[in-house]
């Protein structure tokens, strides 16, 4: 494929597909539209119901992506929001996106589907992992509408264990970790279940879980430690490679203050949205809370009061 100035303008990678040991990567032409919706892979999917897309993509090598992107820097990155789920993260992804300015890549799952293949192949050099990792980024951050100026990624909640080497691919760019109270988060889950979640559905490795953490019957167990797994590894962010802690709890004022400083754009850059309705019957979240108060404080109540004291010290 010839990379000339215009060859992938407007399009946007949407999947990825190892081949041996290197992917390939297949695009979509996205053209001026924004990425606005609250996961990435919602504005695909409305893209694919049109024809055009079945007929049309582009497949490229690593390589070929790595030159469009040099030769195309794309958007300021800006911030990763790394999150523990049902914590708020979806709320802030939209806020930022209420700005037209900004871009917000929510949950990709190409992003995602790169990650998984460096998990599965360690010894893959850092080095090409990082160069993919930056160049797959610096392709979801090109402009598109016109007028934006800045891009954030918010992660899956189990990318975190993957710090490491976003760090290492995005030295300067600010990242964050939200969390909450862990018994809510415990309770959302148990209301709705997430299927990665779900033991069985997806790869136990991917959230830090091997087959002997899968007990029959013992969903909350699984879920337990898989959250407490992803609130260590979001306190290794903090300690050792400078993501900010944030607690959906804090007055939402001073939090936002401390989120905008954090990600280097003005307050005012940031429209106000209306509040979410609380959803759930009280008496079902009562019954949830009781059942899942024992798991909760044996599991995640220690890691959540480190969480709290660091971010604390962070506060000053």
């Known amino acids: 494929m010839s990379l000339n100035a215009s060859s992938l303008k407007g399009w946007i990678p949407v999947q990825l597909r190892w081949d041996g040991d290197e992917p390939r990567v297949r695009w979509i032409l996205l053209g001026e539209r924004r990425l606005v919706?609250?996961?990435?892979?919602?504005?695909?999917?409305?893209?694919?119901?049109?024809?055009f897309h079945h007929l049309f993509r582009r497949d490229t090598s690593m390589a070929e992506m790595e030159a469009w992107v040099e030769a195309h820097p794309g958007l300021e990155f800006c911030g990763m929001v790394f999150h523990l789920s049902r914590c708020g993260s979806t709320r802030m992804a939209e806020r930022l996106a209420a700005n037209e300015q900004y871009v917000v890549a929510a949950q990709p799952g190409v992003l995602?589907?790169?990650?998984?293949?460096?998990?599965?192949?360690?010894?893959?050099a850092m080095e090409l992992k990082v160069r993919w990792v930056r160049a797959l980024v610096g392709a979801l951050a090109q402009p598109r509408a016109g007028g934006e100026q800045r891009f954030f990624l918010k992660a899956e909640p189990w990318q975190v264990h993957d710090v490491e080497l976003l760090r290492a691919a995005f030295p300067d760019v600010a990242m964050l970790f939200l969390y909450r109270e862990p018994l809510a988060v415990m309770v959302s889950h148990a209301?709705?279940?997430?299927?990665?979640?779900?033991?069985?559905?997806?790869r136990a490795a991917r959230v830090r879980m091997v087959l002997e953490n899968v007990e029959p019957g013992?969903?909350?167990?699984?879920?337990?430690?898989?959250?407490?797994?992803?609130?260590?590894?979001?306190?290794?962010?903090?300690?050792?490679y400078g993501a900010m802690l944030v607690n959906d709890a804090e007055a939402p004022g001073a939090m936002w203050e401390r989120v905008a400083r954090h990600f280097g754009v003005?307050?005012?850059?940031?429209?106000?949205?209306?509040?979410?309705?609380?959803?759930?019957?009280?008496?079902?979240?009562?019954?949830?809370?009781?059942r899942l108060r024992g798991v909760t404080d044996e599991l995640l109540r220690s890691v959540y009061t480190r969480l709290e004291t660091a971010r604390r010290a962070q506060v000053g």
């Open 112 to 124: 995602e589907s790169l990650l998984e293949g460096c998990r599965q192949q360690p010894e893959l």
């Open 266 to 290: 003005p307050l005012a850059d940031l429209p106000e949205l209306a509040d979410a309705a609380e959803m759930g019957a009280r008496d079902r979240r009562v019954e949830l809370e009781e």
């Open 218 to 240: 013992r969903t909350d167990l699984y879920r337990g430690r898989a959250l407490a797994a992803i609130c260590e590894s979001g306190l290794r962010a903090a300690e050792q």
């Open 191 to 202: 209301a709705i279940p997430a299927e990665w979640l779900i033991p069985g559905v997806r």
């Open 37 to 51: 919706e609250t996961r990435f892979e919602r504005t695909i999917d409305a893209e694919m119901r049109r024809p």
